[in-house]
């Protein structure tokens, strides 16, 4: 699938890592070092600009590196980057780790994810199907 792409940053456009990879790594765009205290937030800026087909998304992921080593994660995870949308993509991120994390240029912050969906159209009726599941909420499952 070809992507449109503008690419504003002062760094190479995202690519597969692997031949396996599902995601591309976003990288930071910034003019100075974002530092982010504990419990902070803060939209940090790729410099990237893409026009998706209509029926795809891209979803914006935390880093898994980030998460476990640094508790650096995406606030809005899996954020949407729909279709229509022509401005620069941003990352959410928050620091859920007790020390602060220093965000630099360039630094991967995140990763892109390229998915398709649908669009449904609601039938509103009265009674759903019975399922063994039903009602059973949290937790419901697996139960022994």
């Given at each position: 699938?070809?992507?449109?792409?503008?690419?504003?940053?002062?760094?190479?456009?995202?690519?597969?890592?692997?031949?396996?990879?599902?995601?591309m790594?976003?990288?930071?765009?910034?003019e100075?070092?974002?530092?982010?205290?504990?419990?902070?937030?803060?939209?940090?800026?790729?410099?990237?600009?893409?026009?998706?087909?209509?029926?795809?998304?891209?979803?914006?992921?935390?880093?898994?590196?980030?998460?476990?080593?640094?508790?650096?994660?995406?606030?809005?995870?899996?954020?949407?980057?729909?279709?229509?949308?022509?401005?620069?993509?941003?990352?959410?991120?928050?620091?859920?780790?007790?020390?602060?994390?220093?965000?630099?240029?360039?630094?991967?912050?995140?990763q892109?994810?390229?998915?398709?969906?649908?669009?449904?159209?609601?039938?509103?009726?009265?009674?759903?199907?019975?399922?063994?599941?039903?009602?059973?909420?949290?937790?419901?499952?697996?139960?022994?």
């Amino acid at each position: 699938m070809k992507v449109q792409v503008i690419n504003r940053s002062k760094h190479q456009i995202p690519t597969y890592e692997t031949q396996g990879s599902a995601g591309m790594d976003l990288r930071a765009n910034i003019e100075a070092s974002i530092v982010l205290k504990p419990l902070e937030r803060a939209i940090i800026k790729t410099g990237l600009f893409i026009a998706l087909p209509v029926g795809f998304e891209a979803q914006v992921r935390p880093r898994s590196g980030l998460a476990a080593k640094k508790g650096i994660t995406v606030l809005n995870s899996p954020g949407t980057v729909d279709a229509d949308y022509r401005g620069e993509i941003g990352v959410i991120l928050v620091n859920l780790s007790n020390e602060e994390f220093v965000v630099n240029d360039g630094e991967r912050i995140a990763q892109l994810v390229i998915a398709k969906h649908e669009r449904l159209q609601w039938v509103e009726v009265t009674i759903l199907d019975d399922t063994e599941r039903g009602t059973g909420g949290f937790g419901s499952t697996g139960v022994s």
